[in-house]
């Protein structure tokens, strides 16, 4: 979880530039796109360019943070990337908050809910900042809306808990993750909203069937430096047994992993 992650609830909006009426109902928040009200207008993230907002940092103050740019994202232009910068308290300095992701891109969006902890909880009435270099973004732009729906009308909410589990490399589900930055995963799952590309790749092996608290089976731990398949049998046998993507998907598995060998 990135910094930008953890700032969740809105304090007060500030809009840069030429002055505007007052904000009626405060900052929300739908899809991945801020919308403040006003008694003459409704504004959306593209017209937010510039705004400086307060949240609260986590630690029982408030991180100004401003939005720098939005643009749509390549994988899916409905979801808007926004360039967020917050005020350093010492130096006055604005920073760019998203570290870079695999793209090279340093961005994020808000998105309704909040965390319990690393637990993501559907509340329409909170929203939080998501970066795409963490998981909470990632899983957003791998397709797994947690306020949309799958291709056969089923809600996305447990894909999206699912993907955070899948992202970290958390097995057992206890917020303890077991992978390295830039570490590729092949990621496909029973929707269908994402497809296995490495089935006739030698260089690849199952992984893990995954469901929203973790693993539910695991054939081979992502990486074995971290922690080894044996160390995580030990701690938690019911993940061990045959496990492939069909005795993974009959334990109830939402998403499935592939790895490169070590």
């Not at 799952?189 to 539910?216: C, K, M």
Request: net charge neutral; charged share 20%; with cysteine.
């Amino acid at each position: 979880m990135t910094r930008l992650s953890s700032l969740l609830a809105l304090v007060l909006i500030l809009i840069a530039g030429p002055a505007l009426a007052a904000p009626t109902g405060g900052l929300a928040v739908e899809g991945t796109s801020f919308v403040v009200t006003t008694a003459t207008a409704r504004l959306a993230s593209r017209d937010l360019v510039g705004a400086v907002f307060e949240i609260d940092d986590g630690k029982g103050g408030l991180a100004q943070v401003r939005i720098d740019a939005v643009t749509p994202a390549k994988e899916n232009a409905t979801i808007l990337l926004h360039t967020f910068s917050s005020r350093d308290p010492k130096t006055g300095e604005w920073v760019n908050m998203c570290e870079s992701d695999a793209f090279g891109r340093r961005a994020g969006f808000p998105l309704q809910g909040h965390w319990d902890g690393y637990r993501f909880v559907a509340d329409p009435d909170a929203w939080f900042l998501a970066c795409t270099s963490g998981s909470q973004g990632k899983c957003v732009l791998w397709g797994y809306d947690p306020w949309g729906k799958g291709p056969d009308g089923r809600p996305l909410a447990d894909f999206y808990r699912t993907c955070q589990q899948t992202v970290r490399a958390d097995y057992r589900g206890d917020g303890a993750p077991h992978t390295k930055n830039g570490t590729e995963i092949d990621v496909a799952d029973i929707a269908g909203l994402q497809r296995h590309d490495s089935l006739n790749n030698p260089a690849y092996i199952f992984e893990a069937g995954w469901g929203p608290t973790g693993a539910v089976c695991v054939a081979a731990t992502r990486w074995p430096d971290l922690l080894t398949e044996e160390a995580l049998l030990k701690a938690a046998p019911n993940l061990g047994g045959t496990c492939d993507e069909a005795a993974a998907r009959a334990k109830g598995a939402l998403i499935f992993t592939r790895i490169k060998r070590r």
